[in-house]
């Protein structure tokens, strides 16, 4: 679909705990140049170093995507990644004070709603799809994961999600550029089972996770003395388990909305690919390990 570089209209302000760190961050996601494509900047560092956001600077995929340059570190960048993507938004400056993005709601929704006040400036020079000379597939054997580029003459991606639970089932989502993201897709949040929320803090993760930005899938029986764990962990004092098997701290926006964020990830990270792909992305229990594997290894091969 021939189209022109687009870019944001006015900067925009957003600001929040990171997920994973704890830590408050301030980020402002600025206007770009044409050809600039996604760049992040550390202003709390002393050069204000930049990160260009590309797969061969991903240095971590644990529970998130974090890229690095030198001393520059940006963590859980999946989220506005994928909100740029679902857009239609090829280039911007992320400028960030801390070390991991704000999680905010658990979704790109913040992001989405305030880009779609104001639209999205053309800046009048065509957009160069990334197109793919071969099919590449990049698979994990241990979990079963893959994920499959295939040429196409425009950007897709189709997802299936197994987590081998009663409560999610088999869930699959569908993107392409003909698809609404902002209803579809970018609401959708991220989510975590009851079960591993202990050992996440243990290991130093999900320190900003709290009940306004996680579902929390419940798939084995709880006490009310493990109820009243987490509730401490989240501050929240009344917590209970739905009928569905979910905490009672956020109503669904979908059925299969875990699985729509899992596509919801997919497309931020496979972003750093270096643009648009004129490519169908299939993948198979898809997680940031893989995604951005993938992305790496079709970077090495339009080498």
């Not at 206007?31 to 550390?42: L, S, T, V, W, Y």
């Not at 799809?129 to 196409?152: C, K, T």
């Not at 950007?155 to 698809?179: C, M, R, Y």
């Not at 729509?260 to 990270?269: A, F, N």
Request: contains cysteine; hydrophobic residues 40%.
């Amino acid at each position: 679909m021939p189209c022109n570089q687009h870019t944001v209209k006015k900067s925009y302000y957003f600001e929040g705990k990171g997920l994973h760190t704890g830590t408050y961050s301030h980020m402002k996601l600025m206007p770009a140049p044409a050809g600039h494509g996604i760049k992040f900047r550390r202003t709390d560092l002393r050069s204000k170093p930049v990160i260009e956001a590309l797969a061969e600077n991903v240095t971590n995929t644990a529970r998130s995507t974090t890229v690095s340059h030198n001393e520059a570190v940006a963590v859980t960048i999946e989220h506005i990644m994928s909100a740029l993507t679902g857009l239609g938004v090829d280039n911007a400056l992320i400028e960030l004070d801390n070390i991991e993005v704000p999680i905010l709601d658990g979704s790109a929704r913040p992001y989405v709603e305030a880009i779609l006040q104001d639209g999205l400036k053309d800046q009048g020079v065509p957009r160069e799809y990334i197109d793919i000379p071969q099919s590449l597939e990049i698979r994990d054997d241990r979990s079963g994961s893959w994920v499959r580029i295939e040429p196409a003459a425009g950007p897709s991606a189709d997802i299936t999600v197994d987590f081998n639970s009663k409560i999610l089932g088999i869930q699959s989502a569908h993107w392409d550029e003909h698809v609404d993201y902002a209803r579809e897709i970018g609401v959708c949040r991220t989510f975590v089972f009851f079960h591993e929320i202990e050992y996440l803090f243990r290991n130093n993760l999900i320190k900003g996770g709290d009940v306004d930005n996680a579902i929390v899938i419940v798939e084995h029986p709880v006490n009310e003395e493990q109820l009243s764990s987490i509730a401490r962990l989240f501050d929240m004092p009344d917590l209970q388990v739905t009928s569905e098997g979910y905490l009672n701290n956020l109503q669904l926006h979908f059925p299969d909305e875990c699985g729509r964020h899992k596509l919801l990830d997919l497309l931020g990270d496979m972003r750093l690919a270096g643009g648009y792909l004129n490519a169908r992305i299939t993948a198979y229990k898809p997680g940031h390990s893989i995604n951005t594997k993938a992305a790496k290894a079709l970077r090495a091969l339009l080498k």
